[in-house]
């Protein structure tokens, strides 16, 4: 892994966010680069502010200040979908999807916004979600809310995939699963960004996440304590012990 | 009781739930897409009689085609209470979008009660009549006697329910109102404008609570300022009965309430007991399922 893709325009560009729930102080002023094509880990313990990062990205919150461009477009406070239509989105902690709606129903909302005007895509972009989770496919006519962790959190990727979106924010995808799940999960994440995605990983799970990030950003109480690539962070044992432990 | 005091009993019920059913469905609408309870909805209802009223009164002297009349006076008031629930929507709900349930709850009786006061000094607090919207023929039903209307009422009153049921399986807006039923946070990650959905269950809401009031007008003539207050209450609790939010529980529990009407008063002493039995269904149902007949743990709710 290297870190040759860090340069140039970033894909997306975080500078100064500020997040508060009331008088609290969740975010303080992060700046980070996201650049094409890259993974890259926001790392932290419980608490750390790494959820509310990623829902002021998505306009699921409002941000107190800073600025954030993506693909060179200001995208402070937006409206989520309006974030979607731009080709960033999330896949939130808890995976949120529709629970009474089946696996295939919930992949074609995913295309809620081209459908009408072009269906071949959603079956292509389908087709391409099924070939990286066959099990989804199986289980196509099944209910969201009856799938095991793992799978929904399949459906929750495979769902963000379907938009045709640039760049993934992945919140605590290994959250709740079996570390051989975890481990699969992961490996799907860095096949997807092989295939061109973008993505920006939150993760507890900091060595595994490690293990497929180039670059990582640690956070800790609302600010970014420490940056590197991965190799880097992973060599200093005192970063680990204290942030990541 | 002969064959043919069965069947206009029969009518009566159907007639009755059905108006039920649609009002009832008009207030979960909102419940369902944007988890509000939107208490202002009776007046929405009692807005749309007056409209109705004045509207047809002032058409039917100048064009002789009922029916054309009846189409003409529902779009009109649909248009008005559209316009009207939109407004509430943003003067009473969106402010409140970060207030505690209750406080939106307040907002939502105070907004109706202001719309009523508004319709009393502006209509007065005499009763009216409402012209006959939808012709009166009599046809024969098996050799009994029926009037034309009561079928009608039936009739529009369903076809309203299968149109939206179309509507929410088949549209876009239906798979994107399902969706912010379901998780509103999930379906903006989906790229759907979740409050231009909101919007449109207002909307929604006031339409069918349109059409339920030219049926209302049709089947009971006499209405009042005060006309909507009875009719939410009402809905609330064929809502709840049904599962609040649930668009079938919302039918079911009209008809029952309906049925409740038609059937308690022949058999109990005195006919105001109607009430006292409504609520006892009510409360033994919601005991034995608290999310009530077709309602679910706070899931798919349309
Ligand atoms: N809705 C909320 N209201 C108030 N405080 C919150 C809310 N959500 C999170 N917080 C607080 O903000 C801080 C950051 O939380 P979060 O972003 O969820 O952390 P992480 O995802 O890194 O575990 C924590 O102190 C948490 O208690
Ligand atoms: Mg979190």
Redesign the pocket.
């Known amino acids: 892994m290297n870190n040759s893709k860090r340069s140039g325009e970033p894909i997306l560009k975080v500078d100064n966010l500020q997040v508060s729930?009331g008088k609290?102080a969740?975010v303080r002023g992060i700046s980070f680069e996201v650049y094409r094509g890259e993974i890259v880990a926001l790392l932290?313990a419980?608490?750390?502010?790494?959820?509310?990062?990623l829902n002021a990205l998505t306009g699921v919150i409002p941000i107190k200040d800073g600025t954030i461009t993506f693909n060179g477009k200001r995208i402070r406070n937006l409206a989520t979908n309006k974030i979607t239509e731009m080709g960033m989105v999330h896949v939130p902690?808890g995976r949120h999807i529709f629970p009474d709606l089946t696996v295939g129903e919930n992949l074609r909302i995913a295309a809620y916004l081209y459908e009408g005007k072009d269906r071949n895509l959603f079956l292509e972009r389908r087709e391409s979600v099924f070939a990286l989770f066959p099990t989804l496919k199986e289980r196509i006519n099944q209910q969201g809310g009856t799938l095991s962790g793992g799978e929904q959190q399949m459906l929750a990727i495979g769902r963000a995939l379907i938009t045709g979106c640039e760049m993934l924010l992945l919140d605590e995808p290994s959250m709740g699963l079996a570390p051989m799940l975890v481990k699969e999960i992961l490996s799907t994440v860095e096949k997807i960004a092989k295939n061109g995605q973008t993505i920006l990983l939150?993760e507890q799970n900091a060595m595994m996440a490690m293990d497929i990030a180039t670059y990582s950003y640690v956070?800790e109480t609302g600010k970014i304590v420490y940056e590197g690539t991965s190799d880097s962070i992973k060599s200093q044992d005192k970063i680990v012990k204290v942030y990541l432990g | 009781m002969n064959i043919n005091i069965i069947i206009q009993q029969v009518i009566n019920f159907l007639q009755l739930g059905s108006i039920y059913a649609l009002c009832a469905l008009s207030f979960t609408m909102v419940y369902g897409v944007a988890r509000l309870v939107n208490f202002a909805h009776g007046s929405i209802f009692g807005v749309s009689m007056y409209v109705l009223f004045f509207a047809s009164t002032f058409l039917f002297e100048r064009i002789k085609s009922p029916w054309f009349v009846y189409v003409i006076v529902l779009i009109i008031a649909s248009v008005v209470t559209s316009l009207i629930a939109l407004l509430l929507e943003s003067a009473a709900y969106k402010p409140l979008k970060n207030a505690p349930k209750i406080a939106v709850v307040v907002s939502s009786v105070g907004a109706g009660m202001a719309i009523q006061y508004l319709i009393l000094n502006l209509a007065g607090s005499k009763a009216l009549r409402m012209p006959a919207l939808i012709p009166n023929l009599r046809i024969e039903l098996a050799g009994i006697p029926v009037p034309l209307y009561k079928i009608m009422v039936i009739v529009i009153a369903i076809l309203t329910m299968v149109i939206l049921n179309v509507i929410i399986k088949g549209t876009r807006l239906g798979v994107a109102m399902r969706a912010v039923s379901q998780d509103r946070i999930a379906a903006g990650f989906m790229g759907i404008d979740t409050g231009r959905v909101v919007s449109a269950s207002f909307v929604f809401g006031a339409v069918i609570a349109s059409v339920a009031a030219s049926l209302y007008g049709t089947a009971y003539s006499i209405f009042a300022y005060d006309v909507g207050e009875g009719i939410i209450w009402w809905s609330f609790i064929a809502a709840v009965l049904g599962g609040i939010g649930s668009i079938s529980g919302a039918v079911l529990g009209g008809y029952i309430i309906g049925a409740i009407s038609i059937i308690a008063p022949i058999l109990l002493p005195v006919s105001s007991y109607k009430d006292i039995v409504a609520f006892a269904v009510l409360i033994i149902v919601l005991l034995v399922k608290p999310t009530g007949l077709m309602g679910k743990k706070d899931i798919e709710k349309i």
């Open positions: 729930y609290i969740a932290g419980n608490g750390a502010g790494k959820t509310t990062t902690e939150v956070l």
